[in-house]
């Protein structure tokens, strides 16, 4: 299975890219924009997504690949992975199509098993 982890922070990435990285092939993103010309051009089961970013947020990045014409970007399950605990952003995320919402900082075990949870579904609406 492969991840795309999607935030601008370098610590983020790191501590998202070492806790996974025995579990999964990880490839990582600064931001939406970044994360966009990656998923055009390689395959991924999933995206971890920061929402705060510059150049394009999570938000925009997310309702970007869900109206994309690319099929296998447009039912990748997105995993929201931010600080923003504010109900409207995550509200925001969920109406641009992402599929969950986590805070940081992340308990790698829930995270794992999100991942899994969200992997399986894909799986059955193939």
Known sequence: MKLLIVDDNPINRKFLYYSLKKHYELETANNGLEALNILNEQDFDVVL???SMPVMDGAEATLLIRQSAC???????????TTNDFEHE?????????????????????????????????????
């Not at 099929?71 to 992975?81: A, S």
């Open 49 to 51: 997504m920061d929402l």
């Open 71 to 81: 099929f296998r970007n447009k039912h990748i399950p997105i995993l929201f992975v």
């Open 90 to 126: 995550r509200v925001r995320c969920l109406k641009n199509g992402g599929d969950d919402y986590l805070i940081k900082p992340i308990d790698i075990e829930e995270l794992l098993s999100k991942i899994e949870f969200h992997l399986h579904k894909k799986q059955e609406s193939l």
